[in-house]
């Protein structure tokens, strides 16, 4: 059974650090890495989505890497700002339409 | 713009009175997700729709049922709402495409109360 675990739960940064964000998951046979952005009480607005042939995806100031044989990827958020504070969740997809999620970063950027 | 709607974004409910909760689509994909999620934790997949065909998750509990009248909407329908089953629900669609993982886009989410 696929496993997805994100570290850490909480994290504070103040406003124009870089941050990076972990994911890992416990069967490297997926087809496709996904990193979703939650705001409170909102749902999800997916940032990048990584085949498995693939090493990373960059939009903006967002870059996802992916090695799926270690089972990890990350999630490098540059020059960070107050409006980047939400829930990062990222999911898995393996067989079928499936998607594991872990159960989220929860990010402050202070100002 | 494309996207995935989900009406209404907050319902509220009795304990026991049904309920339905309405997604549509404009992106014209063939498969449609139902999510619960409750507070500070991940999504969990309740059934999904690959065109007509519903595929039930093992562990989603008979109050929980499912409509798809056509590509565009789809329903969720709680029977007899429980206080465990106040969460948001978010509706997702993806486009299967052959060897390559489908990216998924989900609805803003109906957070629902049952009193």
């Known amino acids: 059974k696929q496993e997805v675990t994100q570290i850490p739960a909480a994290l504070s940064v103040p406003e124009g650090e870089n941050l990076v964000l972990n994911c890992s998951f416990t069967d490297s046979a997926i087809y496709n890495l996904q990193w979703f952005r939650q705001d409170p009480g909102k749902g999800l607005t997916s940032l990048l989505l990584i085949q498995s042939s693939q090493r990373e995806q960059t939009s903006g100031r967002l870059n996802a890497s992916l090695d799926k044989s270690s089972g990890r990827s990350t999630l490098y958020i540059a020059a960070s700002q107050p409006g980047d504070s939400a829930t990062y969740l990222c999911?898995?997809?393996?067989?079928?339409?499936?998607?594991?999620f872990g159960e989220g970063t929860q990010l402050t950027v202070n100002p | 713009d494309a996207m995935v709607i989900q009406n209404p974004r907050y319902q509220v409910t009795q304990f026991g009175k049904p309920v339905t909760l309405s997604c549509s689509q404009t992106l014209n994909h063939n498969v449609m997700y139902w999510y619960q999620q409750k507070s500070s934790q991940a999504p969990k997949l309740l059934f999904h729709y690959y065109d007509k065909d519903f595929n039930n998750e093992a562990d989603t509990p008979d109050n929980f049922q499912s409509r798809r009248p056509n590509t565009s909407f789809c329903f969720l329908d709680i029977r007899s709402p429980g206080l465990g089953d106040a969460a948001m629900y978010l509706c997702?669609?993806?486009?299967?495409?052959?060897?390559?993982?489908?990216?998924?886009?989900f609805g803003p989410g109906t957070r629902l109360t049952v009193l």
């Open positions: 997702a669609t993806s486009r299967v495409q052959l060897d390559i993982g489908n990216e998924q886009f």
């Open positions: 999911a898995v997809k393996a067989s079928g339409s499936r998607l594991t």
